[in-house]
């Protein structure tokens, strides 16, 4: 009969002579193994495990029972052993073989297990899915929240057109204050344009509003030109390193999400609940106060200039002669919206034209008096 197994780890008497000492103490894949000091009695699972793995090939039986008597262990030990292979995929079944099994080498193993982690990891994605969606039915289907916070009136927008439309109506609309949260990438330049606008006009009306974006995003060349223009009507502007979604809070009773977090191109959902819109302020407050103010933000608070850099490349512009049409070509939106971004500064210098505008800004120092350039202010 073989020498035990279990000498290795007990009192000092010769290890198995086909599992050297040294052969288990470091091997690749395995581990390294806890020494086993006069007094354990079992030896470590891992261990023996490994031994078993290396002698497979003569092996014809991988009963616990067989094992045990194979290398002098107890059956639970055994046990043990064949369970830590088996559940490490080292040791699958196989019908073909004599012993039922076959050894799989650990790199393989390790392989498998990825696999079935990133299948397991998909098949939880679709499961938060069909909760989601099911959750949505729900709020949709019955007047959940109804007593002190009201019943929930749940709008399903069905795309990223109708979505940015009911964004802008219900910003334009709000009262009090605005918290927007940019998560993913950034919307088209004529998005953030016709942004820019709304967001003037509530600051314009008094309304607050905060701007929150991740910091990948406030790199956009797009977006920062807007951070910075909003910043200079007044805005609160922050960023930080992560954000878990794009999300729009209208005063305190007004939530618009994406359905889709990646996005907003599967349109969204309108919440109208104080309850669900105060849950989601807390989530916005929660990232806002780990966040930091912007470049521009802090640009602009250190001392706000009459322009903006956006108005300053108009003036300039028109200064040197250059059509309506040569300038939004230039900053890359319609003339429709060149006009309205004018007729808004127009209002702010409290002038009807151009040429009164081009005396106001150089009674300012803003505009060269000689229409040449731009001033410092």
Same mark, same amino acid.
């Given at each position: 009969m073989l020498h035990e197994f279990s000498s290795h780890c007990s009192g000092g008497r010769e290890p198995h002579p086909l599992a050297p000492a040294e052969s288990l103490s470091r091997e690749e894949g395995f581990g390294s193994v806890v020494e086993c000091g006069p007094n354990t009695e079992n030896a470590a699972p891992d261990v023996l495990a490994h031994? #078993?793995?290396r002698s497979s090939s003569r092996r014809r039986s991988?009963?616990?029972?067989?094992?045990?008597?194979?290398?002098?262990?107890?059956?639970?030990e055994a046990e043990q052993a064949v369970g830590y292979l088996r559940r490490t995929g080292l040791l699958v079944a196989d019908p073909l073989r004599p012993s039922g099994f076959r050894t799989v080498s650990p790199d393989n193993a390790l392989m498998s297990l990825l696999s079935l982690e990133d299948q397991l990891t998909e098949a939880w994605e679709r499961e938060r899915s069909r909760r989601h969606r099911h959750m949505m039915s729900l709020i949709q289907q019955f007047s #959940?929240?109804?007593?002190?916070?009201?019943e929930v009136d749940v709008q399903v927008i069905p795309d990223a057109l109708s979505l940015g439309d009911l964004i802008e109506e219900s910003v334009l609309q709000s009262r009090v204050r605005t918290r927007t949260m940019h998560a993913k990438g950034a919307p088209s330049a004529d998005a953030f344009d016709g942004m820019a606008l709304r967001d003037v006009a509530v600051l314009n009306q008094g309304v607050r509003v905060r701007v929150l974006c991740a910091r990948h995003v406030a790199d956009d060349p797009r977006v920062a030109d807007y951070l910075a223009e909003i910043s200079h009507y007044g805005a609160d502007v922050r960023t930080t390193e992560a954000l878990p979604l794009r999300m729009v809070l209208v005063d305190d009773d007004l939530a618009i999400l994406p359905?889709?977090?990646r996005g907003a191109a599967r349109g969204g959902l309108a919440i109208r609940n104080r309850m669900i819109t105060e849950t989601l302020d807390a989530i916005f407050d929660f990232h806002w106060s780990a966040a930091l103010p912007s470049a521009h933000a802090v640009e602009e608070s250190a001392g706000r200039e009459l322009l903006s850099p956006w108005e300053k490349t108009v003036v300039r512009m028109m200064a040197a002669g250059a059509k309506d049409e040569a300038i939004a070509r230039e900053?890359?939106?319609?003339?429709?919206?060149l006009s309205r971004k004018v007729s808004q500064m127009f209002d702010r210098l409290n002038v009807q034209?151009?040429?009164q505008a081009a005396i106001e800004l150089s009674r300012l120092g803003v505009l060269d008096p000689t229409?040449?350039?731009?001033?410092?202010?």
């Open positions: 031994w #078993l793995h991988w009963d616990p029972a067989d094992v045990a008597e194979e290398v002098g262990c107890t059956r639970q #959940l929240g109804a007593g002190a916070s009201g359905v889709d977090r900053l890359g939106i319609s003339t429709r919206t034209s151009r040429f229409g040449e350039g731009i001033g410092t202010c």
